[in-house]
């Protein structure tokens, strides 16, 4: 096994052989927690104290004991720690001490984000569990029948499950209901996962639950470092809980450096860096925050460097997905590219190194990648590339601030209409009929929704459900999305589905798209079913697309307001419209501009989400191109600098700017994902980065280090880092701005 220098040292040398260079690096060697005390001085049964012996457990860190203590006393907790830290057992020995007691009845449900991750942690927590003769089962959609019907016959103490399968369950199945309605309680592994979109469904499934099992039921937290764990708790599980604090870093040794990647283009330099250490028989996991690029970086790296790289994405059959964990954790891959399908803790063996084609904007998602490697008393290596990208930019010059930052906050958004909607259909079927006073002011809010939809009808103060609709009503929609899903289509056969409004950005008509290691061609895209038309194309292409597109705020419906300084903020429902109008073609290798492409008509399609409005001061600029310029810039670099601020990743925050001073930065999914609120929340802090941003860089006025983005609508035309530094400065003097009026007209692309 190599160590920590000639791990990092291979690395070094292959940068240095394509051009590249390190320009940071920093060794973390973290030895154990603090030390609590030893499992004699535990209250366990020796079943539980010799399976714990049996896994090489002789002494409890002081944090697991302070969690463990909690928990047997009834409190609600939420644990926080680095991957690798021990945060299992803090919460599975109260678990099962509980399970010892338990005679024929679920005791405690232990939920994990996915199916996969959930049976991933069955099989490594099995011989754990079984030596204390603790009864467990692993429910999902994967189930079969048969077990199933044993599993409702002959309930398990311990009920391992995701997510999806209580949603489903608990709307449609009794026999489910009947079996977790005796848990007293719940943990909620991967607590970080549980946040945004996805968090917000899980907000209100909790609330569902409680209805079934009752209030008591005790709730449990347990997840990477999150900077508001109080806060995303309390929001989650709806009353206040205790937290307790792990280690921030996983325990081993890991050198973390920081790549200038040269004249190539990021998604080759990722491929070759990839390819380079596989060849080397290193085991690489390398990462990017785009499906599309997932799968362009195993391309390039077949095509141009000869090594079998697999894809591990979100919209790729379970089965893929499922092979290609095999053949990684079995060596017979050397290399896979992932999205944050692989950040959890699927067992995938020992890992040599991570590469990280951009910087993570969420600190949080950054250790979460980099702890998949130097586990096990093994070293890791991280290289992560940094390029063109406003906050890359930030943290190239200021790399030590990057490693010292605080844990990213975790956000949800209880009030999202859509996912209110899906929950108080999902409750009214679990019910059969409700008492309208009786609910929480967000499902009341929408009831008139579900009444117009025919899933429910009023009598007095009750409401029936009517049950063939309300099942029609949740087919089709899941826990990980929001919006209507475009359904894709090779010939007549449907292959996949991606949800709206990023189908319209990856799915236009002439649009490149990847999909499970194949290229095809968007020939049509109907916008009244959802439907887009692939053709394939060759294997030999080799450009990629990305679309031009004009965003306008239609409305804003203001919840609430406040003053940072001089800029007014309203936060609340933003009405949004896209219209698509063409798309670029780019060269594969380079990235450099091949032609631009426009319609004749634009794909125009409109969504509610949430937001924040900001008015900032209307400066006296000399020409009309240069007011545009400087609110547009602005409008860039204040949701770059918002990322790393709120913990959001590229694709939960967009915007919109005006030349009357408006800018809106709103969340991307259809009803809101909690980004924009934070943002609202943190301006503040959002503004000193963002000046910090173009005050600091060296270009004319406007580059990709500090106002381009790569998701501008309309190719980063009219933009002025000096007229958003400007902006930025006049605060200091300007006076208070009264205008909360909704801005139309003007700049429409962002």
Not at 293 to 317: C, D, Q, T, Y
Not at 450 to 466: E, H, I, K, P, Q
Not at 507 to 528: C, E, I, M, R, W
Not at 658 to 673: A, E, F, L, M, Q
């Given at each position: ?23 940071y690096e920093q060794d973390e060697v973290q030895g ?563 032609s631009e492409v426009y319609y004749e008509r634009p ?147 962002a």
């Amino acid at each position: 096994m190599e160590g920590l220098e000639e791990l990092a040292d291979r690395v070094r040398r292959a940068v240095s052989a394509k051009g590249g260079k390190v320009i940071y690096e920093q060794d973390e060697v973290q030895g154990d927690p603090s030390p609590g005390p030893s499992i004699e001085e535990v209250d366990v049964p020796p079943a539980l104290r010799d399976a714990l012996r049996s896994r090489g457990i002789e002494r409890l860190y002081g944090f697991q004991w302070e969690a463990i203590k909690l928990i047997e006393g009834g409190k609600d907790v939420v644990l926080v720690a680095g991957t690798g830290t021990g945060k299992t057992e803090a919460f599975l020995i109260p678990l099962l001490k509980r399970g010892l007691r338990a005679s024929g009845e679920v005791s405690s449900i232990l939920v994990y984000p996915t199916k996969a991750l959930a049976r991933d942690q069955a099989r490594r927590l099995s011989s754990l569990i079984s030596g204390t003769g603790v009864s467990y089962a692993v429910l999902d959609g994967d189930t079969p029948r048969d077990e199933r019907r044993r599993i409702y016959e002959n309930p398990p103490a311990v009920l391992i499950t995701n997510p999806d399968m209580l949603h489903v369950g608990l709307a449609l199945s009794k026999d489910f209901r009947d079996l977790v309605s005796t848990a007293q309680l719940l943990v909620l592994d991967e607590l970080h996962v549980y946040q945004g979109v996805f968090g917000s469904h899980v907000k209100w499934l909790l609330y569902r639950l409680q209805d079934v099992v009752g209030s008591g039921v005790q709730l449990v937290g347990s997840g990477a470092t999150i900077g508001n764990p109080e806060q995303l708790g309390s929001q989650l599980f709806s009353r206040e809980v205790s937290v307790v604090r792990g280690p921030r870093r996983r325990r081993g040794s890991a050198a973390h450096l920081f790549v200038d990647y040269g004249n190539n283009s990021r998604w080759t330099f990722t491929s070759y860096l990839t390819s380079a250490l596989a060849k080397a028989d290193l085991k690489v996991l390398a990462f990017t925050d785009s499906q599309q690029m997932a799968e362009l970086v195993a391309r390039i790296a077949k095509r141009s460097f000869n090594v079998e790289v697999g894809v591990h994405r979100a919209g790729l059959p379970a089965e893929h997905r499922k092979e290609v964990e095999r053949d990684f954790a079995e060596g017979r891959l050397r290399a896979v590219v992932a999205t944050s399908t692989l950040e959890l803790g699927i067992d995938i063996g020992d890992l040599d190194a991570v590469v990280m084609a951009s910087l993570p904007k969420s600190f949080s998602s950054y250790l979460q990648r980099a702890g998949r490697a130097g586990r096990r008393g093994r070293p890791g290596v991280i290289a992560t590339l940094l390029g063109d990208d406003p906050i890359e930019a930030y943290y190239a010059s200021r790399p030590a601030e990057f490693f010292n930052r605080p844990p990213d906050p975790g956000y949800v958004e209880p009030s999202n209409r859509e996912i209110a909607r899906l929950h108080l259909a999902a409750l009214a079927l679990q019910r059969g009929s409700l008492r309208v006073n009786e609910l929480p002011p967000q499902l009341s809010a929408v009831l008139d929704d579900l009444a117009r939809a025919g899933v429910v009808r009023a009598l007095g103060d009750r409401l029936f459900v009517a049950p063939r609709q309300a099942s029609q009503y949740l087919e089709g929609r899941g826990l990980r999305s929001t919006g209507p899903m475009a359904r894709l289509y090779h010939k007549s056969r449907r292959i996949g589905e991606r949800e709206m409004p990023m189908a319209l950005y990856d799915l236009h008509p002439g649009a490149v798209y990847y999909h499970g290691g194949k290229v095809y061609l968007s020939t049509s895209f109907n916008l009244d079913g959802l439907r887009v038309d692939l053709a394939p194309l060759p294997e030999s292409v080799s450009f990629y697309t990305k679309p031009l597109y004009d965003i306008d705020v239609a409305e804003v419906s203001g919840e609430e307001s406040r003053l940072a300084g001089p800029v007014r903020l309203v936060y609340g429902d933003v009405h949004v419209v896209v219209s698509v109008k063409g798309y670029v073609i780019r060269e594969e290798l380079s990235g450099g501009l091949v032609s631009e492409v426009y319609y004749e008509r634009p794909l125009t399609w409109d969504y509610w989400t949430k937001g924040v409005m900001l008015k900032y001061p209307l400066l006296d600029f000399d020409t009309v191109e240069q007011g545009l310029s400087a609110y547009h810039a602005l409008e860039h670099v204040l949701i770059s600098a918002s990322r790393p601020v709120v913990g959001a990743s590229d694709t939960d925050l967009s915007g919109v700017s005006y030349p009357t001073g408006h800018i809106v930065i709103y969340d991307s999914h259809v009803g809101g994902n909690g980004a924009s609120r934070l943002v609202f929340e943190r301006l503040e802090e959002v503004q000193v980065m963002a000046e910090s941003i173009v005050g600091s860089c060296t270009c004319e006025d406007g580059c990709p280090k500090c106002v381009f983005s790569p998701y501008c609508g309309n190719n980063n035309r009219f933009l002025s880092r000096k007229g958003a530094l400007r902006v930025l400065r006049s605060l200091r003097a300007a006076e208070v701005q009264k205008a909360e009026e909704v801005p139309r007209g003007g700049l429409r692309a962002a």
